[in-house]
């Protein structure tokens, strides 16, 4: 029986007394560091870091991470205090299994030391690069794609300091690379963008285009040596809580201050175009493909758009997971109209693949009644999130003629959410890097559902001109959004035909 009175430090020392099944699958310390990642979330440490133990455990190879933390510093010292060891917990409604993982063979902390980095992205041994940074680190216009700099970010393509945002650094570590010639490298996105690989391309294009004092060469040398597979990344993880911590705790009697816990599905397909070489991903289970492309469409427009329809739905109704929200009556039978109707007759899924069985699957994830992810964080950052997930989805269909009844439903459940109070009539947070932005327009329109939708509507980087000018797409989101305000949600799914 686990103690958890006064349980030890998760660390070195103590992986002798776990159950074999619970230790690294390589040997901690001696898998030297060839990967270098951006964004040491909960994300990371369940998803890469996981595959890429057991891809050098099963082929072997010099792939340790080291991960980088952009900004916060706790987890930086949590895991370095641990050895650079960290342990994920599968759940199900069957039960759960912890495993302590061994992938990282180093962390850095961004914000304080950032020559490190930089240095680390100039070393010839590390030839792949992979970020979690989130849709808004990337400060791409999300229609667009133009590159919008902060002051940071202006501040870091300016130089004369050491760069504080991720395009700066990657800008800064590329020039250090190429005038060390230390060889290829491949830049790898695993945020739910579209076309990830693209739009990470066009970030450091743009960041190096834009930048002051770096080498007029820079330009070529990125073309030559750089390259930005796309991958479609998807595994559910919640943000971690002291509960995730207390059930390693029980668990394996040890103390994980970075434990993390997510459910068992999990799948990561990869463009394989990596010039310096790259981890044996593929006996990791991940699949290796030329065109990463359809899979992720696939799982933008199913897995999280309807997972954001589920956030909007469920935090107006006031249920605090997703698997709470599906509970509300009806909101399954709209889900799977929604992937139905709207998101399967969007586009062409990857060969073999039948979008509803998917998203069949998908609604049975979000029902794991063991993952306590609240509609609160898959509800943030919606202005990011939107384009991809669901707009898209509404200007194809509409581009091929078609309705886009369901997909207006969750662009008015946004609304409602931004508007900032749920069905009870309680506040609900809006996290949104456009905020202030969002909420002048709903300040400045008619405070009226027309005028929710027409202020946000002329929100260029939000809503593509395709659908803000399309009247059928207003006049369908005005009519869910008049239904959510004046019936709730409960009573607008249960009217819904
Ligand atoms: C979620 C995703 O928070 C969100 O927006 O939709 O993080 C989702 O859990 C992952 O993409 C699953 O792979």
Redesign the pocket.
């Known amino acids: 029986m686990a103690v958890t009175v006064g349980a030890s430090r998760l660390g070195m020392g103590v992986l002798r007394r776990l159950p074999v099944e619970a230790r690294p699958i390589v040997r901690p310390g001696t898998v030297p560091t060839g990967v270098v990642h951006l964004g040491l979330g909960a994300?990371h440490r369940a998803h890469q870091a996981v595959y890429t133990e057991a891809a050098v455990g099963a082929a072997g190879g010099d792939w340790g991470i080291v991960a980088v933390a952009p900004r916060s510093t706790a987890l930086v010292e949590a895991i370095a205090a641990q050895d650079n060891l960290f342990s994920v917990s599968t759940l199900s409604a069957d039960g759960s299994a912890t495993r302590v993982v061994g992938a990282l063979s180093g962390v850095r902390h961004a914000a304080s030391d950032p020559d490190a980095v930089v240095a680390l992205l100039a070393d010839p041994a590390v030839r792949v690069v992979t970020l979690t940074v989130t849709e808004k680190a990337y400060q791409l216009d999300p229609v667009t794609g133009r590159l919008c700099p902060d002051q940071q970010l202006a501040a870091d393509l300016a130089g004369g300091r050491p760069p504080s945002t991720v395009p700066g650094l990657l800008l800064r570590g590329l020039a250090a690379r190429a005038a060390a010639d230390a060889g290829p490298i491949a830049l790898v996105s695993c945020d739910?963008l579209p076309s990830n690989g693209r739009r990470l391309r066009g970030m450091v294009d743009q960041a190096v285009g834009q930048a002051l004092g770096v080498p007029a060469g820079l330009v070529d040398w990125v073309a030559g040596n750089v390259t930005c597979p796309g991958t479609m990344?998807?595994?559910?993880?919640p943000a971690s809580t002291p509960e995730t911590i207390e059930a390693v705790r029980r668990a394996l009697g040890v103390t994980d201050l970075a434990a993390v816990a997510a459910e068992p599905y999990m799948q990561w397909v990869i463009e394989d175009d990596f010039p310096g070489g790259r981890p044996g991903w593929e006996h990791a289970g991940a699949v290796l493909t030329d065109d990463a492309g359809p899979w992720e469409r696939l799982?933008l427009r199913t897995?999280?758009g309807v997972?954001?329809a589920v956030?909007y739905l469920g935090a107006l109704a006031g249920r605090e997971t997703i698997a709470d929200a599906l509970l509300i009556p009806h909101l399954t039978d709209v889900l799977r109209r929604l992937i139905a109707e709207d998101v399967a007759a969007s586009f062409t899924p990857p060969d073999g693949v039948r979008v509803v069985d998917y998203g069949e699957q998908a609604l049975g994830r979000f029902a794991n009644p063991a993952i306590h992810?609240r509609t609160l964080?898959?509800a943030?950052?919606g202005s990011q999130?939107l384009p991809q997930r669901v707009l898209h989805t509404i200007a194809d269909l509409r581009a091929a003629g078609r309705p886009a009844r369901w997909g207006a439903l969750v662009v008015a459940a946004w609304l409602r959410f931004a508007l900032g109070y749920a069905d009870d009539g309680r506040p609900l947070p809006f996290k949104d890097p456009l905020a202030g932005p969002i909420r002048a327009a709903l300040d400045a329109g008619t405070q009226s559902p027309a005028g929710t939708v027409d202020a946000i509507f002329a929100l260029r980087d939000v809503i593509p001109a395709e659908v803000a000018e399309d009247d059928e797409v207003r006049t369908e989101v005005i009519t869910w959004l008049t239904a959510l305000e004046r019936h709730g949600v409960e009573a607008t799914l249960a009217g819904a035909r």
């Open positions: 994300f739910n990344v998807d595994r559910i993880v799982k897995l999280n997972h954001s956030a992810h964080q898959v943030m950052d999130k």
